[in-house]
Protein backbone atom coordinates (compact mmCIF):
# COMPACT_ATOMS: atom_id res chain seq x y z
CA UNK A 1 0.00 0.00 0.00
CA UNK A 2 1.22 3.12 -0.19
CA UNK A 3 2.74 5.63 2.04
CA UNK A 4 0.32 8.51 2.73
CA UNK A 5 1.23 11.15 5.33
CA UNK A 6 -0.21 14.35 6.52
CA UNK A 7 1.01 17.70 8.31
CA UNK A 8 -0.82 18.30 11.36
CA UNK A 9 -1.26 21.58 12.97
CA UNK A 10 -2.38 22.36 16.61
CA UNK A 11 -5.83 24.23 16.87
CA UNK A 12 -7.91 25.93 19.16
CA UNK A 13 -11.26 24.38 20.70
CA UNK A 14 -14.07 26.45 20.28
CA UNK A 15 -16.69 27.53 18.19
CA UNK A 16 -15.67 30.63 16.19
CA UNK A 17 -11.79 28.90 15.59
CA UNK A 18 -13.73 25.92 14.04
CA UNK A 19 -15.11 28.84 11.67
CA UNK A 20 -11.92 30.60 10.90
CA UNK A 21 -10.40 27.37 10.32
CA UNK A 22 -12.73 26.51 7.04
CA UNK A 23 -12.68 30.10 6.28
CA UNK A 24 -9.48 28.96 5.44
CA UNK A 25 -9.84 25.56 3.60
CA UNK A 26 -8.75 23.53 7.10
CA UNK A 27 -10.80 20.85 8.75
CA UNK A 28 -10.16 20.28 12.40
CA UNK A 29 -9.59 17.03 13.75
CA UNK A 30 -8.84 15.03 16.71
CA UNK A 31 -5.91 12.41 17.13
CA UNK A 32 -6.19 10.08 20.54
CA UNK A 33 -4.77 6.45 21.20
CA UNK A 34 -4.41 3.97 23.97
CA UNK A 35 -0.59 5.41 24.52
CA UNK A 36 -2.01 9.31 23.04
CA UNK A 37 -3.87 11.67 24.81
CA UNK A 38 -6.53 13.15 22.83
CA UNK A 39 -5.18 16.23 20.68
CA UNK A 40 -7.32 18.52 18.51
CA UNK A 41 -5.21 19.71 15.00
CA UNK A 42 -6.46 20.64 12.08
CA UNK A 43 -4.98 19.91 8.45
CA UNK A 44 -5.54 21.31 4.97
CA UNK A 45 -8.97 20.37 3.18
CA UNK A 46 -7.41 19.31 0.13
CA UNK A 47 -4.72 17.36 1.42
CA UNK A 48 -6.83 15.49 3.96
CA UNK A 49 -9.05 14.86 0.72
CA UNK A 50 -5.95 13.30 -1.02
CA UNK A 51 -5.36 11.30 2.18
CA UNK A 52 -8.33 9.58 2.80
CA UNK A 53 -8.81 8.24 -1.03
CA UNK A 54 -5.67 6.85 -1.41
CA UNK A 55 -5.22 5.47 2.28
CA UNK A 56 -8.99 3.82 2.11
CA UNK A 57 -8.55 1.76 5.83
CA UNK A 58 -5.49 1.76 5.82
CA UNK A 59 -2.35 3.86 7.69
CA UNK A 60 -1.07 7.57 7.51
CA UNK A 61 1.36 8.85 9.00
CA UNK A 62 0.57 12.07 10.80
CA UNK A 63 3.52 14.27 10.88
CA UNK A 64 2.44 16.43 14.29
CA UNK A 65 3.89 19.78 15.30
CA UNK A 66 7.20 19.89 17.71
CA UNK A 67 6.00 16.05 18.02
CA UNK A 68 6.85 12.65 16.87
CA UNK A 69 5.15 11.49 13.71
CA UNK A 70 2.09 9.02 14.82
CA UNK A 71 0.63 6.27 12.77
CA UNK A 72 -2.93 6.82 12.58
CA UNK A 73 -6.24 4.76 11.30
CA UNK A 74 -9.54 7.15 10.19
CA UNK A 75 -11.88 6.05 12.93
CA UNK A 76 -14.29 8.73 11.82
CA UNK A 77 -15.27 11.30 9.35
CA UNK A 78 -18.15 13.53 9.44
CA UNK A 79 -19.39 15.31 6.29
CA UNK A 80 -21.86 17.83 5.82
CA UNK A 81 -25.10 16.38 4.85
CA UNK A 82 -25.89 17.81 1.40
CA UNK A 83 -21.99 19.01 -0.03
CA UNK A 84 -20.58 16.07 1.47
CA UNK A 85 -17.63 17.96 2.41
CA UNK A 86 -15.52 16.70 5.49
CA UNK A 87 -16.49 18.23 8.79
CA UNK A 88 -14.48 16.83 11.25
CA UNK A 89 -11.90 13.67 11.51
CA UNK A 90 -10.90 11.35 14.58
CA UNK A 91 -7.62 9.80 14.13
CA UNK A 92 -6.84 6.73 16.32
CA UNK A 93 -3.32 6.58 16.87
CA UNK A 94 -1.84 2.85 16.18
CA UNK A 95 1.65 0.82 17.31
CA UNK A 96 2.92 -0.79 14.24
CA UNK A 97 3.40 -3.82 16.55
CA UNK A 98 -0.05 -4.08 18.34
CA UNK A 99 -2.86 -5.78 16.41
CA UNK A 100 -5.53 -3.69 15.92
CA UNK A 101 -9.23 -4.80 14.75
CA UNK A 102 -11.26 -3.28 12.01
CA UNK A 103 -13.29 -3.40 9.14
CA UNK A 104 -12.06 -3.47 5.45
CA UNK A 105 -14.14 -3.69 2.45
CA UNK A 106 -15.05 -6.41 -0.11
CA UNK A 107 -14.31 -6.93 -3.90
CA UNK A 108 -15.17 -9.65 -5.84
CA UNK A 109 -13.56 -11.27 -9.15
CA UNK A 110 -13.97 -13.61 -11.84
CA UNK A 111 -17.93 -14.20 -13.40
CA UNK A 112 -20.58 -15.93 -12.15
CA UNK A 113 -21.52 -18.68 -14.81
CA UNK A 114 -25.26 -18.36 -13.72
CA UNK A 115 -25.14 -14.79 -14.12
CA UNK A 116 -25.03 -15.89 -18.11
CA UNK A 117 -28.77 -16.31 -17.76
CA UNK A 118 -30.07 -12.70 -18.47
CA UNK A 119 -32.98 -13.52 -15.62
CA UNK A 120 -30.29 -14.02 -12.76
CA UNK A 121 -28.73 -10.92 -10.60
CA UNK A 122 -25.79 -10.57 -8.67
CA UNK A 123 -27.09 -9.62 -4.69
CA UNK A 124 -24.54 -8.35 -2.19
CA UNK A 125 -25.00 -8.83 1.53
CA UNK A 126 -22.10 -8.24 2.95
CA UNK A 127 -19.97 -4.87 2.22
CA UNK A 128 -17.12 -5.04 4.90
CA UNK A 129 -15.88 -7.66 7.33
CA UNK A 130 -13.73 -7.23 10.88
CA UNK A 131 -10.12 -8.77 10.60
CA UNK A 132 -7.35 -8.45 13.45
CA UNK A 133 -3.97 -7.46 12.54
CA UNK A 134 -1.01 -5.74 12.64
CA UNK A 135 -1.44 -2.09 10.84
CA UNK A 136 1.46 -2.57 8.62
CA UNK A 137 -0.70 -6.00 7.26
CA UNK A 138 -3.76 -4.27 6.97
CA UNK A 139 -5.50 -5.50 3.46
CA UNK A 140 -6.96 -2.54 1.01
CA UNK A 141 -9.72 -5.21 0.92
CA UNK A 142 -10.54 -8.86 0.78
CA UNK A 143 -11.60 -10.78 -2.64
CA UNK A 144 -14.64 -13.08 -3.00
CA UNK A 145 -14.54 -15.44 -5.98
CA UNK A 146 -17.74 -15.32 -7.96
CA UNK A 147 -16.53 -18.15 -10.19
CA UNK A 148 -18.16 -20.69 -7.73
CA UNK A 149 -21.29 -19.40 -8.22
CA UNK A 150 -22.97 -21.57 -10.67
CA UNK A 151 -26.62 -22.55 -9.37
CA UNK A 152 -29.30 -20.45 -7.97
CA UNK A 153 -28.49 -22.26 -4.59
CA UNK A 154 -24.62 -21.26 -4.09
CA UNK A 155 -23.56 -17.90 -2.13
CA UNK A 156 -19.92 -16.86 -1.46
CA UNK A 157 -19.24 -16.97 1.92
CA UNK A 158 -16.64 -15.19 4.53
CA UNK A 159 -15.14 -18.32 5.07
CA UNK A 160 -14.49 -18.56 1.37
CA UNK A 161 -12.96 -15.35 1.13
CA UNK A 162 -9.18 -14.88 0.10
CA UNK A 163 -7.25 -13.29 2.92
CA UNK A 164 -3.52 -12.83 3.04
CA UNK A 165 -1.02 -13.89 5.51
CA UNK A 166 -0.90 -11.96 9.10
CA UNK A 167 -4.79 -11.16 8.55
CA UNK A 168 -7.32 -12.71 10.65
CA UNK A 169 -11.22 -12.72 9.74
CA UNK A 170 -13.30 -12.29 12.70
CA UNK A 171 -16.86 -12.00 11.19
CA UNK A 172 -18.79 -15.62 11.53
CA UNK A 173 -17.62 -17.82 8.35
CA UNK A 174 -21.19 -18.84 7.48
CA UNK A 175 -22.35 -15.25 6.59
CA UNK A 176 -23.16 -15.07 3.00
CA UNK A 177 -21.32 -11.81 1.25
CA UNK A 178 -22.65 -12.88 -2.15
CA UNK A 179 -25.91 -14.49 -3.73
CA UNK A 180 -27.64 -15.27 -6.57
CA UNK A 181 -31.87 -14.35 -7.10
CA UNK A 182 -33.91 -14.06 -9.74
CA UNK A 183 -34.46 -10.47 -11.64
CA UNK A 184 -38.13 -8.74 -9.85
CA UNK A 185 -39.08 -8.94 -13.91
CA UNK A 186 -38.72 -12.26 -14.40
CA UNK A 187 -40.34 -13.51 -10.83
CA UNK A 188 -43.39 -10.84 -11.80
CA UNK A 189 -43.56 -12.20 -15.33
CA UNK A 190 -43.79 -16.12 -13.67
CA UNK A 191 -46.44 -14.65 -11.37
CA UNK A 192 -48.60 -13.30 -13.96
CA UNK A 193 -47.86 -16.65 -16.43
CA UNK A 194 -49.07 -18.46 -13.21
CA UNK A 195 -51.86 -16.28 -12.63
CA UNK A 196 -53.00 -16.70 -16.41
CA UNK A 197 -52.73 -20.25 -16.47
CA UNK A 198 -56.61 -21.94 -16.96
CA UNK A 199 -57.34 -23.93 -13.94
CA UNK A 200 -56.71 -27.66 -14.11
CA UNK A 201 -59.48 -29.49 -14.91
CA UNK A 202 -61.19 -32.39 -12.32
CA UNK A 203 -62.59 -35.08 -13.40
CA UNK A 204 -65.36 -35.50 -11.26
CA UNK A 205 -66.98 -39.19 -10.43
CA UNK A 206 -70.56 -39.63 -9.67
CA UNK A 207 -72.17 -42.78 -8.37
CA UNK A 208 -75.18 -43.67 -10.13
CA UNK A 209 -78.39 -44.11 -8.96
CA UNK A 210 -79.80 -47.42 -9.56
CA UNK A 211 -83.01 -47.44 -11.15
CA UNK A 212 -85.96 -48.86 -9.56
CA UNK A 213 -86.16 -52.38 -11.23
CA UNK A 214 -82.42 -52.86 -10.42
CA UNK A 215 -83.52 -52.40 -6.57
CA UNK A 216 -86.41 -54.73 -6.62
CA UNK A 217 -84.54 -57.02 -8.36
CA UNK A 218 -81.61 -56.95 -6.22
CA UNK A 219 -84.32 -57.92 -2.72
CA UNK A 220 -85.22 -61.05 -4.99
Do not use: W
Not at 6 to 20: M, S, V, W, Y
Not at 24 to 39: I, K, L, M, N
Not at 159 to 177: N, Q, W
Amino acid sequence: MEKVTLQAEARKTGRHPIRELRNASRVPAVVYGQHVEARPISLDAKALGIALHTAGGGIIEMQMPDDAPLHVLVREVQRHPLKHNVLHVDFLAVSMTEKVRLHVPVVHEGRAPILANPDMVLVRNLDSVEVECLPGDIPEHLVADLSALVTLDDEALVKHLKVPAGVKVLTEGDHVVFAITISRAAAEEETTEAEAAPPAEVEVVTKRKPKEEEVVEEKK
